[in-house]
Structures are given as structure tokens and as C-alpha cells.
């Protein structure tokens, strides 16, 4: 069975640009949720979404959005990119909240 | 809300020696806790994890751990150290929902 994929993998942009991340679950999974990692904050949760809903958000500003198709596949949105959102974005799928597989992550840098 | 600590941002093991990283949780709820391993420029991949049950839990690559409740703590050993294991650790709690919320981490070095 494939892991849990992301595209693409590493991503340059300049402050003010907007980006978009995607990520595919493993097949059979309909929860994901993303996950911030940066040198000083470490590993925060950003959101998660099932069948196609946001079920959780973190304490970002309203600047992170995601959302998800109806295939599960789920893409985050980062508008007004800051300095500070220079970080790997790690994406998560669930079957069972007891278990989450993590993709590669991409590796964002903001100029 | 449910947080993390992990005693140690560094820690350095000998080949062959024990590794012991050190995690306390809060929670409101009965958690379910997980430790996790990172090599560079990868996610995450899961090393075990408690939800209920049997408390000493074994996972992957010889790591185990033991939930205590009286504690508030889930540490993870293993017996003896290999250059494969030197990587970063995060240890994770989640309120049987499907939001983690991870400690710091801790990096592994293993000296020859």
C-alpha cells in the first residue's frame, strides 16, 4: 500500500505570495491533518478534515486554510505568506484516531 | 488540553549503551500517547504507542515503552544503542481525537 504522499517537496516564494500544498492519503483513509514544524515553535497542528469537513483547527491565523475532496486528498492554502511561515508542512492520514502515518513533508522557504 | 514535555533537547549515548528519553503528559482525558522518530529531511515515522492495555508497550527497531498513570509519563528505552537509532524524537499525546500535540523532541547521537 502507498504511504501517504505530498507535492511537491520543497517550495520557494517571496513574502506577500500565496502557496498551495497537497497531500494524498493512504488509500482507505479519510481523515488528514497537517502539522507546522519549525526550529522554535517545533511540531504544531494546523487542522484536520474528514469527509471533505474541517472536524479540528489549531491556533493559526486565518491565513492557513485548507480544505479536502471528496477522493480525500486534501490541499492547504497559505495566503499573505509571512517569513515566519518558512517551515515543513507534514501531512497525516488516519484510519483510526489511534494511529496517524506521516508523509515527507514540504519544505517551504519564504524570501 | 492536553500537552508535552520532554526532559532533554540532547542527548548523547554510546554504542551498545541504553537510550532513555524521558516524556511527561497532561491530559483531561485517558490518553492515547505515541513516540515517533525523524531522520533528517523526512516525517515522521511511528515507533509505538498506547491506547490501552497492556501498559509496557514494544514498537519498531527493539524501542519500548512503559505508561505510567500514578506518573504521568511514557519513556522510551532501548536496551542498546546502534548508529541507525541516531535521529530526533518526538514524543506525542492525543485526547482520543485526531489532534497531536508533540513535545519538543530530543536528539539521539550515538558515539562509536
Known amino acids: 500500500k502507498a504511504g501517504v504522499t505530498q507535492t511537491p517537496r520543497y517550495l520557494i516564494k517571496t513574502r506577500g505570495q500565496q502557496v498551495t500544498l497537497s497531500c494524498s492519503p493512504i488509500?482507505?483513509?479519510?481523515?488528514v491533518s497537517w502539522y507546522q514544524q519549525t526550529p522554535g515553535q517545533g511540531l504544531q497542528f494546523l487542522f484536520e478534515?474528514?469527509?471533505?469537513?474541517?472536524?479540528n483547527k489549531g491556533n493559526f491565523p486565518g491565513r492557513f486554510s485548507g480544505r479536502q475532496f471528496s477522493n480525500s486528498r486534501s490541499e492547504m492554502n497559505v495566503s499573505t505568506l509571512e517569513l515566519g511561515d518558512s517551515a515543513l508542512y507534514l501531512c497525516?492520514?488516519?484510519?483510526?484516531?489511534?494511529?496517524?502515518?506521516f508523509g515527507p513533508g514540504t519544505r517551504l522557504t519564504v524570501l | 488540553a492536553q500537552s508535552v514535555t520532554q526532559l532533554g533537547s540532547h542527548v548523547s549515548v554510546s554504542e551498545g549503551a541504553l537510550v532513555l528519553l524521558r516524556c511527561n503528559y497532561s491530559?483531561?482525558?485517558?490518553?492515547?500517547l505515541f513516540w515517533y522518530v525523524q531522520y533528517p529531511n523526512q516525517g515522521l515515522q511511528l515507533l509505538l504507542k498506547?491506547?490501552?492495555?497492556?501498559?509496557l508497550v514494544k514498537g519498531i527497531n527493539g524501542f519500548e515503552a512503559e505508561f505510567k498513570k500514578s506518573e504521568t509519563s511514557f519513556h522510551l528505552t532501548k536496551p542498546s544503542a546502534h548508529m541507525s537509532d541516531a535521529a530526533e524524537y518526538f514524543c506525542?499525546?492525543?485526547?482520543?481525537?485526531?489532534?497531536?500535540?508533540f513535545g519538543a523532541g530530543t536528539t539521539v547521537t550515538v558515539r562509536a
Open positions: 488509500s482507505g483513509h479519510r481523515s
Open positions: 497525516a492520514s488516519s484510519l483510526f484516531s489511534n494511529e496517524q502515518f
Open positions: 498506547y491506547t490501552t492495555g497492556a501498559t
Open positions: 478534515y474528514f469527509s471533505e469537513t474541517q472536524r
Open positions: 491530559s483531561s482525558v485517558p490518553p492515547y
Open positions: 506525542a499525546v492525543s485526547e482520543r481525537d485526531y489532534k497531536l500535540s
